[in-house]
């Protein structure tokens, strides 16, 4: 099991940009692959990012494609999603979540083939 802890949630305007960052804690942070899930009020969890154990391949759902990049620091035992050109619609809670794998090259695009989610955190992205 392993604990996240998110942050750099907060309010930006359109177009702007935020980073945010997840800490994780306990089992070695190399077996996980790791995900951003975001959910919206009224919405299920929606999948934005994911990456590969070793941080060398990424993924993203289609709305966010070209606007947001994911990337890991493995010894930091940090995963973080860099946000630009922001929309009103990016305005959500932000979850990131790790899944156990042996496959290296394995991402994760839905929420149930994670096992560990950190508590949240708010971007508001106002017009």
């Known amino acids: 099991q392993v604990t996240l802890v998110e942050s750099g949630g907060g309010l930006v305007q359109a177009g702007g940009s935020l980073r945010l960052a997840c800490a994780a804690s306990g089992r070695t942070f190399g077996v996980y692959a790791m995900g951003w899930f975001r959910q919206a009020p009224g919405k299920g969890h929606e999948f934005v990012a994911g990456i590969t154990r070793s941080g060398v391949s990424t993924y993203y759902g289609d709305s966010v494609k070209g606007r947001f990049t994911i990337s890991r620091d493995n010894a930091k035992n940090t995963v973080s999603l860099q946000m630009s050109s922001l929309k009103p619609e990016d305005t959500a809670v932000y979850y990131c979540?790790?899944?156990?794998?042996?496959?290296?090259?394995?991402?994760?695009?839905?929420?149930?083939?994670?096992?560990?989610w950190g508590q949240g955190t708010q971007v508001t992205v106002s017009s």
């Open positions: 979540a790790a899944g156990f794998t042996y496959n290296p090259d394995r991402i994760y695009t839905v929420s149930y083939d994670y096992t560990d």
